[in-house]
């Protein structure tokens, strides 16, 4: 070693921010092996390495005993007090053992040493950049694909796309650009491994918050996002300015903010809704783009029933269910969907079953929606549903 090896970890520890200490403290260890695999493995060796010239020493290290069983470990304490007086049973002497061609094998060792530390510095500054990056969106080139599993160039590492992560009908091409969801980042032997997605709700909402000045500054808050990955999104979105619509915020002149969203997701449909306090105003907003009658809510359960028009029955619904499903995942709620033609049947069965329990509405709330009117039952609904709850009392009478 010498002091052009002492100034490159000088620099090192200013650039890559690499403690100089812990690097020469390896390397000292790795000498001690290199010693050892060189000169003997039954001896107890030190490696002291000068911090400014660079100069490397090995001293043999001997225990100072009464009774020596093993000289190439023990000295005896007469011979160690003919070194020094002061030597007593129990101490450690040490010799200097530097062999003269020990430079060559030190100077090999310190390089592979700094250039493994080097490796794994720049892997755990990766992995620190990326952790603190999860739950964001990046965009990357396709680098290669295998085994329909995607591999993204991020830039300073590559990340995993994996099949159950992507999203069906997308299709991916070598060195396309792409925008990912940074999903999870772990640590491995060969460096950070991070992992992607498409089909996370997160990317939407990430999206909208690039599109969205509104969301950025926090005027406009996304409250919940239900998604179907490919096939159709739900966003419910708040604002507590009473001057800013945070429906029409997210939409943009003439769609432009959506449209751009809806086109990074390949078409992907998007229903933007208002997030509502009202368990029924929120369900009665999620079910859009079909038109709500009544909501009933039964708290305990937390589950509703709501009550469309006839001919809004299978729009209500969705293809597949997908329109409700994602309602309920949107509200947290439970709901079924009932057309008023099968609710008005079903009522009159109800009414006249004569095992009726008597506390059969104490958890049920009904809410009356009309076009343009909040969704909070009104007073006249109130009244009618504490009359219909005093009529099955009699009734059970």
Known sequence: MNKELILAMDDLEKERDISK?????????????????????????????????????????????????????EVALEEARAIDPEYELGDVIEYKVTPKDFGRIAAQTAKQVVVQRIREAERGIIYEDYVNRQSEIVTGIIHRISNETVFVNLGRTEGILP???????????????????????????????????????????????????EIQDGIVEIKSIAREAGS??????YSDDENVDPVGACVGTRGIRVQAVVNELFDEKIDIINWSDDPAGMI???????????VIINEDEKSATVIVPDYQLSLA????????????????????????????ESADDYIEDEDLPVDYNDNIEEVELTDGEEMIPSEEDTAEKDAASEEVVEIDE
Do not use: C
């Open 163 to 213: 099949v159950n992560e992507q999203v069906k009908g997308e299709r991916y091409e070598v060195n396309s650009r792409i925008k990912v969801y940074i999903m999870d980042v772990k640590k491995t032997t060969k460096g950070p491994q991070v992992f992607l997605s498409r089909s996370h709700p997160g990317l939407v909402k990430r999206l909208f918050e690039l599109e969205v000045p």
């Open 284 to 294: 009665s907003n999620a079910l859009a783009p079909a038109k709500v009658e009544k």
């Open 232 to 237: 159709r999104t739900k966003i419910a979105v």
């Open 317 to 344: 619904i969705g293809k597949e269910g997908q329109n409700v499903r994602l309602a309920a995942k949107l509200t947290g709620w439970k709901i079924d969907i009932k057309s008023s033609s099968q609710y008005s």
């Open 21 to 73: 200490d812990l690097l020469i403290e390896a390397i000292e260890s790795a000498l001690v092996s290199a010693y050892k695999k060189n000169y003997g493995t039954a001896q107890n060796v030190r490696v002291s390495i000068d911090r400014e010239r660079g100069d490397v020493d090995v001293f043999m290290r001997k225990d100072v005993v009464d009774v020596v069983t093993n000289p190439l470990v």
